[in-house]
């Protein structure tokens, strides 16, 4: 069984294709270096998002346990993120899914912030980690009278602050 097989997939229609690229391009970003199997997981996400589907980020970890693959566990934060980013579009024009964008973006930045730890191209991890905090805290500041939400901007400022140390450091 394929790699792809296992996966399940989410309707997002024409938003697919855009988010797909998307998240492709943070991947190759992170990840130059592909293996026979990856590049064909790779064209299987590319083809089901030309029929307008994103793979569930939730069954991309699942596979990312079962093959012990940093590479589609990394796939997983970036669809969770982008998934995220998709549910804040709705926010902005609807006001409508704040705590579903808010919780896929702190699960993607749960799984970046992991991979940094087993990553050796830590800085580009860690610079992804620092591009979704920093979309996390502009959607947050919106409902900032919310006193959960102001909880998690304090906490996100904080994990900001300690990922530029750690870059500083790195330097």
Do not use: C
């Amino acid at each position: 069984m394929e790699k792809g097989d296992k996966l399940k997939w989410l309707n997002f229609k024409d938003l697919a294709i855009k988010s797909i690229e998307s998240i492709m391009q943070s991947f190759r970003d992170i990840f130059p270096q592909l293996t026979i199997n990856e590049l064909q997981l790779i064209e299987k996400l590319r083809s089901q998002a030309k029929k307008g589907y994103l793979p569930d980020p939730k069954a991309l970890e699942e596979l990312a346990e079962t093959e012990k693959s940093e590479k589609i566990l990394a796939l997983a934060a970036l669809t969770h993120r982008e998934i995220a980013r998709l549910l804040a579009s709705i926010y902005f024009s609807e006001h409508a899914y704040i705590d579903e964008a808010i919780g896929a973006y702190i699960q993607a930045l749960s799984l970046l912030i992991g991979l940094a730890s087993l990553l050796h191209n830590k800085r580009r991890i860690l610079e992804e980690t620092l591009r979704t905090l920093g979309e996390l805290i502009f959607i947050a500041e919106k409902e900032k009278e919310r006193e959960d939400i102001n909880r998690v901007i304090i906490t996100v400022r904080t994990i900001i602050e300690g990922i530029l140390k750690t870059l500083n450091i790195g330097d």
